[in-house]
T-cell receptor
Framework: SAVISQKPSRDICQRGTSLTIQCQVDSQVTMMFWYRQQPGQSLTLIATANQGSEATYESGFVIDKFPISRPNLTFSTLTVSNMSPEDSSIYLC?????????????FGPGTRLLVL | QKEVEQDPGPLSVPEGAIVSLNCTYSNSAFQYFMWYRQYSRKGPELLMYTYSSGNKEDGRFTAQVDKSSKYISLFIRDSQPSDSATYLCAMSAADRGSTLGRLYFGRGTQLTVWP
């Protein structure tokens, strides 16, 4: 399996500011994903980030609010822009990886964001 | 109707009990079924992975998929306090041999195993 790290692990931000979350993988992967996990809710996919192409956003998420970069096969960033208290959540990156010749997804430890 | 339904619990059992966790789903196209375990303040960790219907066993854990009923289960035998976590089911509609793409998650069931 892949080892995935995220920075920062947590942050407290003021409304109207932006935060960039970094995701680093210890091996090259084609597909990376960004999820949001709100209290009591299921994980919600924000976007899929493939290296060398624009991120693909899910319904309800837009690039202006959640710009994503994917400069290489081991790294991605998610920016939460112009934050409001409703953006308080855990943000998780995941990578698609082969397990017993079958593809599955592994998750990073998450970034806990609190917006005041 | 959500695509994946999962009772959030909380579920509290004594050590040694058999635990049954379940999810139902509405999309008959789902082919891959996964269970993740998430400890407090950690990311989800892949626990079990099955394709299509049937059972899969790994140590104290057994995953069951009943596609005719659109129902999946995770059984934990001889539960331990270290099993205390939130368990999330996840599913994909990808064809066999294709990339998984988007996963659809349940809300997670919070489990506490007390000594």
């Amino acid at each position: 399996s892949a080892v995935i790290s995220q920075k920062p692990s947590r942050d407290i931000c003021q409304r109207g500011t932006s935060l960039t979350i970094q995701c680093q993988v210890d091996s090259q992967v084609t597909m990376m994903f960004w999820y949001r996990q709100q209290p009591g809710q299921s994980l919600t996919l924000i976007a899929t980030a493939n290296q060398g192409s624009e991120a693909t956003y899910e319904s309800g998420f837009v690039i202006d609010k959640f710009p994503i970069s994917r400069p290489n096969l081991t790294f991605s960033t998610l920016t939460v822009s112009n934050m409001s208290p409703e953006d308080s959540s855990i943000y998780l990156c995941s990578v698609a990886f082969l397990l017993d010749s079958k593809e599955t997804q592994y998750f990073g430890p998450g970034t806990r964001l609190l917006v005041l | 109707q959500k695509e994946v339904e999962q009772d959030p619990g909380p579920l509290s059992v004594p050590e040694g009990a058999i635990v049954s966790l379940n999810c139902t789903y509405s999309n008959s196209a789902f082919q891959y079924f996964m269970w993740y375990r998430q400890y407090s303040r950690k990311g989800p960790e892949l626990l079990m992975y099955t394709y299509s219907s049937g059972n899969k066993e790994d140590g104290r854990f057994t995953a069951q998929v009943d596609k005719s009923s659109k129902y999946i289960s995770l059984f934990i035998r001889d539960s331990q306090p270290s099993d205390s976590a939130t368990y999330l089911c996840a599913m994909s509609a990808a064809d066999r041999g294709s990339t998984l793409g988007r996963l659809y998650f349940g809300r997670g069931t919070q489990l506490t195993v007390w000594p």
